[in-house]
């Protein structure tokens, strides 16, 4: 049984920093790829950050330069570090696992998914 736990997010002012984790059990982590998706109030999920399994990354434009993400295989986990975050960035982030290197499937094609994590950016 896969199980996908996030951690790490909370209430930070703008500008602030936040990193969040993602543990992976039930799988060889090493194979598959990871990302982070987030929902804002009223916004359609969107794909932050993804990193796939020879640690090439992809980021969301609105991000670039602000966030990394990384991963520590021997840990299964992956990490999302953000700083300068934004006010429009509050949301609830959400760690999701793929088998292969497409970091561009749509949604229902990330089998695995965590409970998320909520991120809240205050002004």
């Known amino acids: 049984q896969v199980q996908v736990v996030e951690s790490g997010g909370g209430l930070v002012q703008a500008g602030g920093s936040l990193r969040l984790s993602c543990t992976v059990s039930?799988?060889?982590?090493?194979?598959?790829?990871m990302a982070w998706f987030r929902q804002g109030p009223g916004k359609e999920r969107e794909r932050v950050s993804c990193?796939?399994?020879?640690?090439?990354?992809t980021y969301a434009d609105s991000v670039k330069g602000r966030f990394t993400i990384s991963r520590d295989n021997s840990k299964n986990t992956v990490f999302l570090q953000m700083n300068s975050l934004k006010p429009d960035e509050t949301a609830m982030y959400y760690c999701?696992?793929?088998?292969?290197?497409?970091?561009?499937?749509?949604?229902?094609?990330?089998?695995?998914w965590g409970q998320g994590t909520q991120v809240t950016v205050s002004s």
């Open positions: 039930g799988l060889t982590f090493d194979a598959y790829t």
């Open positions: 990193i796939r399994p020879a640690g090439s990354t």
């Open positions: 999701a696992v793929t088998y292969g290197a497409n970091c561009y499937r749509a949604g229902p094609d990330w089998p695995y």
